[in-house]
């Protein structure tokens, strides 16, 4: 491999809650020279069913084995890291992992009327959903479960920077600090009256920046800092970003369009998210995205079993009697907010508009995938989208889908375009790592 091929590859790496995934992408050639994907498997037990938690050192393991297979096969120039922005965990000051990694789908700060997320709204005016890291981190602080030892926090994949360039501390890209909570756009970095207010040590926070900066090297490769894995998907998968729009889903589901300014939204709905230090990448997001069609899918699935049939996957079954529906127009008004929103985790889903005629199951089929679309629409209603044009549309809930796409299609009134890549969010993090300003 001559010097030139290997100045244009890079490695992405993406660190889900489920998977863990890699992307090689020639940048020169705009080609996908390889995708790999393993189970993450590193779920610790929990007493309560609202907490969700993962082993740190597990996702170590596995990262290191699938990044080093695959420098096998490729001499690369770069390393890009992204994951699920939210999650929290402590390393010691010799970066050392000291508690697990709270998922994003952590929910202990949510729990009860006087939850942790309510004091922090009274205490400091934000609005910090559970499964943010600072309010999972003041939770464990109320009720004193952070380590007694002096230590730092970060996302899941700042500690993987950190273990790759032998770091002592974290260093976080604006795009994880803004999905912690408590973060002030004007200052791109965290609110530290807010802190104050709740007594949390600033010293235990990571260094925040803007810029694409290289941490330090794994076998003499150049590791960037790692970004949120709604940028890095963004950055993966729209070809046009200022004339389209990314829709995702997978288990939730996300709405997301590059914008100049901030949209104004109290609601909760919609976050105005850094995107690179100048501009912002609007994100609605639904908590039920494809798992509302998983929901559905179990009812089908149950009632198969009791008629004496096996006990088998009905999506296929599924997608034809929602053809059908949508075919005919019966389809059922269904509001898909089964597992609330991150304005509202309490809020459930309903279905309306029933009578004697829709009651089928065709018309159930369509209306939970109308529902789908339907929420993500109204949260595209509050961004600035005069110039929008086309949507961009990733993960496996859609790709796998087509009647979902023909719906969206539908529900937005523009069409849909698949994602050339399948692993969005991975190959995104390649093209950050070995471009910087990539979308100029």
Not at 294 to 309: D, K, S, W
Not at 409 to 430: H, K, L, T, W, Y
């Amino acid at each position: 491999m001559d010097a030139n091929t290997k100045n244009n590859i890079s490695i992405g790496l993406d660190i889900g809650t489920t998977t863990i995934s890699a992307a090689v992408l020639d940048i020169h050639t705009e080609t996908v020279l390889a995708t790999c994907t393993v189970p993450n498997q590193s779920a610790l037990p929990s007493e309560h069913p609202w907490e969700h938690m993962q082993s740190p050192d597990w996702i170590w393991k596995k990262v290191k084995s699938l990044l080093d297979t695959l420098l096998q096969k490729y001499t690369v120039s770069s390393i890009g890291v992204t994951g699920q922005m939210h999650g929290i965990l402590c390393t010691a000051h010799d970066g050392t992992v000291l508690s697990p990694l709270y998922t994003w789908q952590d929910g202990r700060a949510g729990q009860g009327k006087d939850s942790t997320c309510a004091q922090i709204l009274q205490k400091t005016g934000y609005v910090v959903p559970e499964g943010y890291g600072l309010a999972t981190l003041y939770h464990l602080t109320l009720h004193g479960q952070i380590p007694v030892e002096p230590y730092y926090c970060c996302t899941i994949m700042d500690y993987i920077t950190m273990r790759l360039c032998d770091l002592a501390r974290p260093v976080m890209h604006i795009t994880n600090a803004a999905a912690w909570g408590l973060y002030q756009h004007k200052n791109m970095n965290f609110d530290i009256d807010a802190l104050e207010k709740l007594e949390i040590n600033t010293d235990i926070l990571p260094e925040v920046i803007a810029e694409n900066r290289v941490l330090g090297t794994y076998r003499d490769i150049p590791v960037t800092v790692a970004i949120g894995d709604n940028q890095a998907a963004f950055i993966g998968s729209v070809k046009e970003p200022e004339h389209m729009i990314l829709v995702n889903i997978g288990t939730g589901s996300q709405i997301s369009m590059l914008s100049e300014i901030p949209v104004q939204d109290t609601s909760g709905l919609v976050e105005s998210r850094p995107f690179d230090g100048r501009r912002y990448l609007l994100s609605g997001s639904a908590l039920c995205g494809g798992r509302a069609y998983a929901i559905l899918e179990n009812f089908f699935r149950r009632y198969a079993v009791t008629c004496g049939l096996p006990d088998t996957p009905q999506y296929e079954f599924m997608n034809s009697l929602a053809a059908e529906g949508v075919k005919n127009g019966s389809a059922l008004s269904v509001t898909t907010t089964f597992c609330g929103t991150r304005a509202d985790p309490c809020v459930r889903g309903e279905v309306t508009g029933i009578g004697e005629n829709n009651l089928t199951p065709e018309s159930l089929a369509a209306g939970v995938l109308y529902g789908i679309a339907r929420e993500l629409h109204g949260m595209f209603q509050m961004m600035p989208v005069g110039h929008i044009l086309n949507i961009t549309a990733s993960g496996n809930g859609i790709r796998k889908n087509s009647v979902l796409q023909e719906v969206v299609a539908d529900v937005f009134g523009m069409p849909v375009q698949i994602s050339a890549c399948i692993e969005e969010a991975a190959c995104g993090a390649a093209i950050w790592s070995l471009k910087n300003n990539a979308l100029k």
